[in-house]
């Protein structure tokens, strides 16, 4: 027998029972809804303080952005020749 049943008659264990899984469940989910919300809130905080120092007035952040579009840009180049080539070869049965 479980604390939460302790003297409970026989009787009303089935309610006992009942009002135990209840008030589990209601422990989760408020638990649940608290941990959301703090991990939600840390989210938010630790986007702010990186998007405070992400700004084009830094010499990281314009290296970084002229890498990203300069492999972007060599990555449509290779589609286009390779759609091209393949254009080109001619397909035998």
Request: charged share 20%; glycine share 10%; aromatic share 2%.
């Amino acid at each position: 027998m479980c604390i939460s049943a302790a003297g409970i008659a026989p009787g009303e264990a089935g309610a006992a029972s009942g009002l135990t899984d209840m008030l589990r469940n209601l422990g989760g989910a408020l638990g649940t809804a608290m941990l959301a919300t703090i991990l939600t809130k840390r989210e938010q905080l630790n986007s702010n303080i990186i998007g405070q120092s992400v700004t084009l007035y830094r010499e990281e952040v314009r290296t970084r952005i002229a890498e990203l579009t300069s492999g972007a840009m060599s990555a449509s180049r290779l589609r286009v020749h390779r759609s091209r080539t393949q254009q080109i070869i001619p397909r035998f049965p």
